[in-house]
């Protein structure tokens, strides 16, 4: 077994979160056991269960999402104290923040092999030009520590490539994998996910999945309900998941007068079991690094609609097995939720057409596709299994 250190500031909730754990769970089985180093910032009930699901982890103290020089600095220490302790021939960063902490680590500390995995990027969407300009600088600088760079899509090389950020030959891509068929064999029946939530047996559900946080744009699609509802008068909006925006979204809701029409179920872990209660899910995100809920809906058969923006137009064929929309546009994501709401035959075959694309994004290519990375890193530096 060869030792790999992953380092992440947090593990909450989420899709960087589970891909994470879940790439460290097939290394595993392909002959690299992971160490999980994570900050204070964590989740207790996903870190919990990243341990049942046998990583070993780490607590580093001063290890943060946010950007706070003092402790930038003594996360960076101690990792280096840490990573000189347990000598890894190879440190994997996952996330921005942690990814230029635990790469300066990695270099200080003279690591032989450095992997980063952003899981998406800060580009837009987040902060001011200003803000984002020092981060791509960063990101910039840290690549040149970088063996190899993991994206989720095509799109996410392309833009960090078209930023400076690595060199193409630098940059693989290892979706963020999902266990399609654990999925679907544990879906229950629409009907009865219908039941448990108590919404209506002949709704019409769009599904929307995450954290409730400006950059989903759960927003616009409670904007859109009047719209949709005008055309779709059984329509309904399940949100899946909580954050800062919940109380606004509810308020917004009512002041439409849709309030009756969303139901927003809270942080859950069983994402499938509620999202087979849907429709079509939406994404409306303002950026996204792939989107893994959109593979967890296809999986289960449902049609997706998503934005125009990150990897998103990587996972979605438009036509084929969903729809793409333009970001920050409530009109056309009401106008495509409509169209599938009104014709039961179209979403049939989107829906017939979205299991066999989520093929292309499930833990086994993920697992392929990383393995092949480490097996070629490890051939090339001479590193002893």
């Known amino acids: 077994m060869i030792s790999v250190v992953h380092v992440i500031t947090r593990l909450t909730l989420g899709g960087s979160s589970e891909n994470t754990v879940s790439t460290i769970e097939a290394l595993e089985r ?27 982890v780490v607590e580093v103290a001063w290890l943060a999402r946010d950007v706070r020089p003092a402790h930038d600095v003594a996360a960076v220490l101690a990792l280096v104290r840490l990573f000189r302790a347990l000598r890894p021939p190879i440190v994997h960063t996952h996330t921005s923040k942690a990814g230029f902490v635990g790469r300066l680590a990695a270099r200080l500390a003279g690591v032989p092999v450095v992997i980063h995995q952003p899981h998406g990027h800060i580009f837009y969407g987040y902060w001011s030009r200003a803000r984002t300009g020092l981060f791509v600088a960063l990101e910039r600088l840290a690549a040149r520590w970088t063996d190899a760079l993991v994206a989720l899509t095509p799109r996410e090389v392309e833009e960090h490539v078209e930023r400076g950020i690595g060199r193409p030959a630098q940059w693989a891509v290892v979706p963020s994998g999902v266990p399609t068929a654990a999925l679907r064999a544990a879906a229950p029946s629409r009907a009865a996910a219908r039941a448990r939530l108590g919404l209506p047996a002949d709704a019409f559900v769009v599904a929307g999945v995450g954290r409730l946080v400006p950059i989903k744009g759960f927003d616009l699609l409670v904007e859109a309900l009047p719209a949709l509802a005008a055309r779709v008068p059984s329509a309904h909006a399940l949100l899946i998941g909580d954050g800062e925006e919940r109380a606004a979204l509810e308020a917004r809701a009512a002041a439409l007068g849709v309030g009756a029409r969303l139901r927003i179920t809270g942080a859950v872990t069983d994402v499938g079991g509620v999202l087979a209660a849907a429709d079509v899910l939406a994404a409306p995100s303002r950026n996204e690094g792939m989107g893994r809920v959109l593979v967890e809906a296809m999986a289960i058969g449902l049609p997706v609609v998503g934005t125009t923006v990150g990897g998103i137009p990587d996972v979605i ?15 056309a994501l009401a106008g495509a939720l409509a169209d599938l709401g009104g ?37 090339a530096r001479g590193l002893r299994r």
């Open 30 to 56: 392909a002959g690299y056991a992971g160490t999980l180093v994570v900050g204070p910032e964590s989740e207790a009930t996903t870190v919990a269960d990243a341990r049942r699901r046998g990583c070993r």
């Open 343 to 379: 014709d039961a035959a179209l979403r049939a075959k989107l829906g017939a057409a979205a299991p066999p694309r989520a093929e292309a994004f499930s833990t086994d290519v993920a697992a392929a596709a990383m393995g092949s990375i480490y097996d070629g890193l490890v051939r």
């Open 317 to 331: 064929v438009d036509g084929e097995c969903g729809r793409l929309v333009a970001p920050d546009d409530a009109a």
